[in-house]
């Protein structure tokens, strides 16, 4: 599930193209339906071309209202950069790309909106220009631009279509198993209670979890989930989810809160951090000056101490330690931003590189700095394990090479992922950073084997009379190498996950069972074989009486035995005319087709259906009229 955001400055057209794309007008206020401009946080979804369903957080342009712009645009894996053609570059344009440059939002998209309003081409070249030139060195300096009408619907399908590729392109949520959901919108619904909203970021939320609101510390319970106003028993990472809980009133909650697992997460009030000072801030950054602090959905007072330097000028980067003036949750790589407060002005931001420090550092120690210096660069264990989430499961030297670890860094990093179970070996092996043995992080392991276990679990609900799914046909589904099923399915298997019959896959708990109508039929069919043991109904005979789903349960269940296309025994009849044709060989050596037939009081489309079986699975062997038992080697 992934999340888009729109960036842009006020009356540039945002939510008209929200509405244009979705049908969902994302100003829901009626303040801002009659200002035409939006103040709070809006949303909406759609459905791309390639049938993936998208959420998308409208964000106020007002500088005014920039602050509420932070709220949300923190969660968002791709941006809508939006300038209307009619105006170009303006204030608020150049300080929300400053803001998804800090924070990262490397795919996005500039669409150039209102374009049915122009009508001269130079004009739009110039405007495109300005554009190019403004987005140059920072993370849509290379993104796609579309013109657009939403009045019109021009560009309409190729901006969804752009939106499809560039998602393709970026790599999957980080998933640790660790869901935290920053609160961006707090609500009750009569008859249900609290409600909360926001981006989940990391792991998934299930109805009936017990969850934790920091950092109040407050527990309550997962009454039920939404997605895009849809019931769902998970949420996933990425998802815009809306959560109903359980034991908890709506004033004990608030807007830059944190919904998460008990115990999985800490408040803190003292953070370390990478920061870049904008370059075109209006002054320098000094030790012990005020700041907004804005981080998830959050925003808090907070004094800057400066690390190692006295201050800072625009376009500078250093080392803060920040003093919160209220609790927050966030964990080391969150990205950050910092405002002044007054005149409100965004100051730059970076990435959060301790989230609980020990104690109040001395502003010039260089062992705290080049301990700083390290967590920027970030821990070799994160650093594989990020390159093992990307990579899904890939050979450990591949992933190594991914990492740029090397040596002994290389070496220790994998020893505590594996100690620690967060990645698992699919392949028998010694696990050595250079070694071609697969591995795959844990959590995308269980993602995968809950997927594999939901297509067999399909698959029984799909044709319960039959024993299991076809190996190729699991492998094709999960859109695996031979390389990679072999390996899931020998874990899969050990781990009782699946079991096998010959070449069929099923779940452990699953059984054929024949409901009274089937038990009937069956019963019929088999009191014919009793008449007439020896020369039984054909097989177009039996397909008829049972229809072919039911035969072939009774195939699966070895309740019958094929020995031609046209000729089917019950087991027990089988199994006798085996034991009575051995025993005859063993006593006289030799026997005819006619002396079988007349053994057994058969005729000879059986007896010749039969021996010829024998002769092919190798009991016996012919020799002119005669057959003779097979010497075993």
């Known amino acids: 599930m992934r999340v888009i955001g729109t960036a842009g400055h006020v009356d ?10 979705t049908g969902i007008n994302p100003d829901r206020l009626k303040e801002e339906q009659a200002r ?17 369903e998208v959420g998308i957080i409208d964000v106020p342009g ?12 923190g969660g968002i894996d791709a941006a809508l950069f939006v300038v209307a053609a009619d105006e170009g570059v303006m204030p608020q344009t150049r300080e929300h790309l400053s803001i998804l440059d800090i924070l990262q939002v490397h795919s996005g998209l500039i669409v150039l909106t209102k374009a049915d309003l122009i009508q001269d081409p130079d004009w739009f070249n110039l405007v495109e220009s300005d ?28 901006l969804k279509q752009a939106l499809t590729e560039i998602l393709a392109q970026s790599p999957p949520r980080l998933d640790l198993g660790r869901p935290r959901l920053p609160v961006d919108r707090v609500f009750t619904i009569a008859g249900f209670g609290t409600v909360v909203t926001g981006t989940l970021v990391d792991g998934e939320l299930h109805v009936g979890d017990e969850v934790e609101i920091l950092p109040a510390g407050l527990r309550g319970r997962v009454r039920s989930l939404q997605t895009h106003k849809k019931k769902e028993e998970r949420a996933v990472a990425g998802s815009r989810t809306a959560v109903n809980i359980n034991g908890i009133d709506v004033e004990q909650v608030r807007r830059g809160d944190v919904l998460a697992l008990p115990g999985k997460y800490h408040p803190s009030q ?13 002054a320098p950054l000094h030790h012990n000056q005020t700041a907004k602090f804005f981080v998830g959905a959050a925003e808090v007072e907070a004094r800057v101490r400066l690390l190692g330097v006295d201050e800072l000028r ?49 502003r010039f120690d260089e062992v705290v700095l080049a301990r700083l210096a390290t967590l920027r660069q970030g821990d070799p264990a994160d650093v594989l394990l990020q390159a093992s989430l990307m990579s899904g499961a890939a050979p450990l030297r591949e992933l190594t090479a991914r990492s740029r670890l090397t040596g002994e860094t290389a070496a220790a990093a994998l020893r505590e992922l594996l100690e620690a179970g967060r990645l698992v070996p699919l392949e028998p092996g010694m696990p050595q950073p250079g070694a071609d043995l697969l591995v795959v992080a844990r959590t995308h392991w269980e993602t995968e084997t809950a997927r594999a276990g939901l297509e067999i679990e399909k698959y029984h609900r799909g044709y319960p009379l039959r024993r299991g799914l076809p190996r190729e046909e699991l492998k094709s589904r999960l859109k695996y190498s031979p390389r990679l099923f072999t390996a899931a399915l020998r874990h899969w298997l050990a781990e009782g996950v699946l079991v096998e019959w010959g070449t069929l896959l099923a779940h452990p708990a699953f059984t054929v069972q024949f409901n009274a109508a089937q038990q009937a039929q069956v019963g019929q069919l088999l009191e014919r074989f009793s008449a007439s043991p020896y020369a039984p109904p054909a097989v177009k005979e039996c397909q008829a009486d049972l229809g072919e789903e039911l035969y072939n349960a009774l195939l699966d269940q070895n309740e019958l035995v094929p020995v031609s296309p046209e000729v089917v025994f019950r087991r ?18 030799t026997l005819t087709l006619a002396q079988f037939r007349d053994l057994f009081g058969t005729t000879r489309k059986y007896a010749q259906a039969f021996l010829e079986h024998l002769d092919a699975i190798g009991v016996t062997q012919r020799e002119g009229d005669l057959r003779k038992l097979r010497k075993t080697r």
């Open 270 to 282: 003292r953070l370390d951090v990478h920061f870049r000072l904008l370059p075109d801030a209006s």
């Open 62 to 73: 007002h500088r005014d209202f920039i602050e509420n712009m932070l709220a949300g645009i």
């Open 314 to 362: 625009p376009g500078e980067e250093g080392w803060l330690q920040l003093e919160l003036n209220e609790p927050v949750v966030a964990v080391r790589g969150d990205r950050y931003i910092l405002r002044r407060p007054s005149p409100g002005e965004t100051l730059g931001g970076g990435v959060v590189l301790d989230a609980q420090p020990l104690r109040r550092h001395k």
């Open 131 to 158: 554009v190019r030139q403004a987005v140059q060195g920072t993370v849509l300096q290379n993104a796609p631009l579309v013109r657009v009408s939403a009045r019109t619907g021009q560009g309409l399908p190729e």
């Open 572 to 589: 027990v009849d089988y199994d006798t005319l085996r034991s009575g044709l051995r025993a005859h060989l063993e006593r006289s050596g």
């Open 12 to 21: 540039h057209g945002k939510s008209t193209l929200v509405a244009a794309l």
């Open 36 to 52: 035409e401009m939006t103040i709070e946080l809006g949303f909406a979804w759609l459905t791309l071309p390639a049938g993936e």
